[in-house]
């Protein structure tokens, strides 16, 4: 590989992290609105996300579940690695952890990666949990592999990537037609 093909290369992955992270940033200041309104749950508080500490007794729970091995190193690492971590309620006012991966394009990495964090979550908690995958694009295979999963999946509109001056409600998303059979 030439030095030029070897730069824009790397170009090309510093621009997909910048992509990603500027996502993250963008969602951290709307995931609640989001889950609220797609997801059907009430008061969602955030409890991890790239923007801010996680909450204390958050992190509490799970490490006593890692230290009890109610949990392996590998789901509390998991835990630890997801984009945005939620607990809501239910309109019945059954409690719900939410476990949200953001990514430009979803694929079966952010969907493995969701459901795996709900899996872990409902070991430690032992309530109901709801993976999340949020992006502007999924393939049609993926999304096969988020509707076997279980996998909620939240398409954002890709105006909402560009218009700064759009609305602050949450019309930005539109939810897949596979999450009615998920559910």
């Known amino acids: 590989m030439s030095p030029l093909n070897a730069d824009v290369s790397q170009l090309e992955a510093d621009l997909a992290q910048l992509k990603e992270s500027a996502l993250e940033n963008r ?12 997801l059907g749950v009430g008061r969602p508080r955030m409890l991890q996300g790239p923007l801010q500490e996680t909450a204390d007794e958050f992190a509490d729970r799970v490490e006593d579940a890692w230290e009890s091995g109610q949990i392996t190193d590998r789901q509390n690492a998991r835990i630890a690695a997801t984009d945005f971590i939620m607990h809501a309620r239910y309109r019945d006012r059954a409690p719900v952890w939410i476990a949200v991966e953001a990514s430009i394009r979803v694929d079966a990495g952010d969907i493995h990666r969701a459901r795996a964090t709900a899996d872990a979550l409902r070991a430690v908690f032992d309530d109901d949990v709801m993976a999340v995958a949020v992006g502007y694009g999924i393939d049609p295979l993926d999304e096969e592999r988020a509707k ?9 509109s890709p105006r909402s990537k560009y218009d700064p001056r759009r609305s602050r409600r949450c019309s930005c998303v539109r939810e897949s037609a596979i999450n009615d059979a998920a559910t």
């Open 27 to 38: 969602l951290h200041h709307k995931i609640r609105a989001l889950a609220s309104e797609a």
């Open 148 to 156: 076997a999963s279980h996998v909620r999946y939240l398409e954002l």
